[in-house]
């Protein structure tokens, strides 16, 4: 065996025990949480557990059936429980990419606990739809309950962007870069909204570059779309 097929073996032999690891890790996990169910029956967040790493694991059918059950068992018993399990469902449409569903139960949850991340996923998941009017709605309330909060100022961002009001999003993107400045992802937008504005922007996207270089390049198509539409203002 030469030496580059000797390479080759090892590197797919230690990509087959970490892939062994992390098999057992989840086996594990989920073994651990199944047994909380049978240990805990009457707590609902044994089975939004569990629900949760259902998800994780793209196990979205039985994820759905469980947290159903659960609402069954659970709903009419707590608020509190029927709130956590509908968002939790909602997340289950949602990572399935079913988005209408999901927006369904977002606005079903009405626990002032779960109401901003409601609130976001819903924004999220109108986003999803290249519903960006909606999206836009729904961040600004969530954004009225956390002014600084990162997530959500990320949203309306590329929103607004998404809309054409370049000037409202580059604040929102400013704060999220204030609170996260290794955020390659708001540096690149960023990047966006002072090219059409007439900003310095070079140094956001070297930033970009810098800590998101997977997002900078899977983008950076976006940047002739942006010159288009500044040589049409111009010529406007």
Known sequence: MD???KNIKSQHDKVEKERELKQKQADATLHKLVNGIDEH???YRTY???GAFLVELHNYTQAEELI???LGLFAERSKEAKNTLLYGLGNVYYSAGDFDKAIEQFSKVQDDKLKFDAYMM???SYMSKDD???AVVFALTAQGMRKQNPDINYILGESLIALGSFEEAAGFLDVVIKAQP???KAYFERGLTAMVNGEEFNDYFVK???YDLKYFEKSKNRLSDIEKLIKSKQEQ
Do not use: I, S
Request: glycine letters at 4%.
């Open 3 to 5: 030496e580059h097929t």
């Open 41 to 43: 029956p009457h707590d």
């Open 48 to 50: 939004y557990e569990l």
């Open 68 to 70: 159903m059950k659960a």
């Open 122 to 124: 819903l924004a999220q």
């Open 132 to 134: 960006y009017k909606r």
């Open 182 to 184: 290794q955020n390659g």
């Open 208 to 210: 970009a570059k810098k």
